[in-house]
């Protein structure tokens, strides 16, 4: 292998988007004394993503980055959990809470070997200013920050990863994606990019039934991002 | 004012793109016996730069980034300097100086304590490869990197200044371009950001013409990035 660049999936494969939203969310509806059903409302929250993301996909939407839709379904998810009568500004703050994620903790040490030796970028479907945000908050040593709303499509979309490749001047063979999903490994396997494969298997909580092992035969597997790191060799 | 990110023009703001060449391709040239015009051919090759994109804003080219156009100026202007008969491979090291410009010495110290309180982006003209390099070799503690190449227009075109507001998710007056160039802040001042000027008086050389001083109602002027630090309060 002659990888030159690491692309990541940011949540679930760098963040625990589940147990910061539940935290973070429980707590500030705690001193509200608020009756949320937090937990149901958080993986509600992440199940209208991907349909979400969908209808942008499809051209069913125009362009509409991942904040926007994560308002909107937040919108439409809130009063069935519990979360009614919020001012615009508190909702726009728990939106906003996938901004304030935080990694596992293996995520920076990691990540740290790895941009010694390596170009370090998220490929998210997150927004700019979401990771921006993120990566300040967290530390993440990203050399830049790619994502779905640079190229105006989201993964799976070949744009995504072939743009990714085409800005860093790099043939997909130079670069590798770093997720803890396999079907965002397979697209980018299929676009010739190489692949590395990290097992989160709390992302979806206790109940989790996706991505609990390798799906394909990935470049690299590994258990977190240390090991992912000193399999890269960093 | 409310500034809540920085965009650095970068090729003679944060970079002494002259010095560097000239000393870099010179110590090449001596230790190969060439008797290369380095100072004229470095001259010309910038003074290629803004026609070439000139012929991309005017569409008379598609979209091309700024190392092929570097590559294609070089190709021919360098007999007109003497240098002829390279390999490719050599042509193409040579080329990439752009990538490997170093800063100016300010430039680093005061990106470092302006990057606490903001977020740090080049929005310059270079393309994303280039400026990843550059960035990692020297030190330069970027949030994102965002260029003409990621909206596929240069500046001053406004789609660069206002694809990267949109990107940020911030107003145009919450951004901040800093640059050392008049020109480049009055376009960025037409869309509502606000302007910082630095004057790097002997980026063009001993006999500079131009940009020696400010040349317009900019929010903030300094004489370097220590002075730009401290005048933005960090």
Sequence with gaps: ??????????????????????????????ARSLAVDWPGLVDAWRGA?????????????????????????????A????????????MEWINRGWHRL?????????????????????????????LVDMARAQGLPWDLVLCAEVFRHYKPDP????????LLAL????????AAHNDDLLAAQRLGLRTGFIARRSEYGPHQARDLAPGGE??????????????MGA
Excluded at 3 to 27: H, K, M, Y
Excluded at 49 to 77: C, F, I, K, Q
Excluded at 171 to 178: G, H, R, S
Aim: hydrophobic share 45%.
């Design 1 to 30: 292998m002659d990888v030159r660049a690491i692309l990541f999936d940011v949540f679930g494969t760098v963040v625990d988007w589940r147990g910061s939203l539940i935290e973070e969310l429980g707590a500030w509806g705690a």
């Design 49 to 77: 993503y991907a349909p979400s993301m969908g209808r942008v996909r499809r051209g069913e939407l125009p362009w509409t980055n991942l904040d926007a839709l994560h308002r909107a379904s937040l919108a439409e998810l």
């Design 79 to 90: 009063p069935r959990f519990g979360l009614t009568g919020q001012t615009p500004e508190d």
């Design 102 to 130: 935080r990694p596992w903790p293996d995520s920076v040490p990691g990540l740290l070997r790895l941009r010694r030796q390596f170009i370090l970028s998220p490929l998210s479907n997150g927004n700019v200013a979401l």
């Design 159 to 166: 744009e995504t990863y072939l743009g990714a490749c085409d």
């Design 171 to 178: 043939d997909p063979a130079q670069v590798m994606l770093c």
């Design 218 to 231: 990935w470049d690299v597997v590994a258990s977190d991002m240390g090991d992912f790191a000193g399999k």
